[in-house]
């Protein structure tokens, strides 16, 4: 089961209370786990630092392109068909770059846009 960003949180070992726990250098706090510790290599803690920092970016890029879905979904619900298409013109650039950096799967892109450009299509 993947943690949740909002849910994890790496805490210093100076703030762990003392119960025998191994000496690392930090713990992820889950919440519906407890502690669980990192790995100690230091080829497994700069993967950690980067996969902190592509969580940040893929985590930004994500709710940007949810974004861009969103300003489609209004122009559908009011029914306006200019400003649908135009947000959906504006929509399917953001979603492929999200394909192309791994954000989204292809098919789920394709997906997305094939519903959406039909609800723009039926709106007459």
């Known amino acids: 089961m993947r943690v949740q960003p909002a849910q994890a949180r790496i805490i210093p070992v100076m703030d762990l209370p003392v119960s025998g726990l191994p ?4 713990y992820i706090e889950n919440p519906s786990k407890g502690l669980k510790s990192m790995a100690n290599t230091p080829q ?3 993967r950690a630092r980067q996969n902190e920092r592509r969580l940040a970016v893929n985590k930004a890029r994500r709710s940007r ?3 861009y879905l969103r300003k489609v979904e209004e122009a559908i619900a009011s029914g306006d068909k200019d400003a649908a298409q135009a947000a959906l013109r504006a929509a399917q650039p953001e979603l492929m770059r999200g394909v192309t950096k791994g954000v989204f799967h292809k098919n789920t892109a394709a997906r997305k846009m094939s519903r959406l450009s039909s609800r723009v ?3 007459g």
């Open 65 to 67: 392109i949810r974004t």
């Open 23 to 26: 000496t690392c250098e930090r």
């Open 121 to 123: 299509k039926a709106l």
């Open 44 to 46: 497994s803690k700069k």
